[in-house]
Structure formats: C-alpha cells, structure tokens
C-alpha cells in the first residue's frame, strides 16, 4: 500500500514538473526556459528536478506512463487473439495519458519547431517502445522475441497516429482511438498476408 503510494505521488510530481515547463514554454518561449525556472513553478528545489529528469527538454516531453503492471500481466498470460487481448493493455495505457488536449497541441507544436526536443522524445518513445517488446515477448515466448520488438514498433507508431488525429479532431474521443489503433493494425496484417 505505501509503495503503491509512493509510487503514485511520484507520478504526480513528475506531471506537475512537466505542467510547469509547458506553462513557462508558452509563456516564455523554449530558450528562455530554464530547469531552475521549472523547479520554482513546480515549488519544487533544483536537486529533486533533476531526480525526476536529466534535463528541461526530458521535462517538456515527459515521457508517457508506463504500461500498467496489471494490465501487461494479463496481456502476457492472456489466451485469446493478440489483437483483441491487445485492447485491454492500450485501454489501460491510454487512459493514463493526461487528455488534455491544449497540452498535447502544445507539446506537438514544441516538437515541430524545436528539433533540439525531438532527441528527447525520442529517447522516450525508445523506453515505451522496449517496455511494450518485453511484454510482447512474454506473450509470444523466447522463439518470437524478435516478432515482438517489431510488433511493439508498429504499435507504438499505430498509437502516435491515432494520438495524432485525437488532438486536431475536438470532438473526437481518446477512447476511440483504440478502435482506430486495432483497425489499423488489423488491417496491416491483411496487407502483409
């Protein structure tokens, strides 16, 4: 219970670090944003910034939540299609995503205009990326490992452009980019075929 705790107000401190660079970058503009800057509007001090990230870029970014621990427990024991018992983990993983949708317009719009942040969100597409292959690993077992780091490529690029189409499209749903994500990656496998 208190490390489930700990483990949540550790989430929490990391989104607050991150509201606040979001807020100081469009106030400010990226270069005039500094870490010590961040730590002030997060009321936080300049030592636990750099405990929760390396840099202002990584803290802009911020990486997506991993996927829940439950949910990827019962993907991998999971008996049914790949692509159905799939639902289940991009349910729990999308709906940890902050839909806030101004942010996600915000951060999209930084990364378009800020090549210097595309290496950090890069870095931390590749760490969702490698947690998603060692779940699909798992499921699909040592001799299919290899199938899995390609597979958790294509799903987390099927994730990326369903995110894509819920931020310009205002009436749409979170929700129901899963079904798009799942469309698509059904439809690729009739393509492969």
């Not at 099927?158 to 698509?184: F, G, P, Q, T």
Request: aromatic share 4%.
């Amino acid at each position: 219970m208190e490390n489930a705790l700990r483990v949540r107000r550790r989430a929490q401190t990391a989104r607050e670090i991150h509201v606040a660079a979001l807020e100081l970058c469009q106030e400010h503009g990226l270069d005039a944003v500094t870490t010590e800057a961040i730590s002030s509007r997060a009321g936080i001090s300049l030592r636990t910034f750099f405990n929760y990230f390396p840099n202002k870029e990584a803290a802009i970014v911020h990486r997506p939540p991993d996927f829940p621990e439950a949910a990827a427990k019962e993907f991998a024991e999971g008996n049914g299609s790949l692509l159905e018992d799939m639902r289940g983990l991009l349910v729990a993983h999308l709906t940890q995503i902050d839909q806030n949708r101004k942010a996600g317009l915000l951060i999209q719009a930084l990364l378009r205009d800020n090549p210097g942040l595309k290496n950090a969100h890069e870095a931390s597409m590749r760490g969702l990326i490698s947690e998603l292959a060692t779940i699909l690993a798992t499921r699909l077992g040592p001799d299919k490992d290899h199938l899995g780091d390609i597979l958790a490529v294509v799903v987390i690029c099927a994730i990326k452009k369903a995110l894509d189409s819920w931020l310009v499209e205002e009436d749409r749903l979170l929700a129901d980019s899963i079904d798009e994500i799942l469309v698509n990656l059904q439809q690729l496998g009739l393509v492969l075929q």
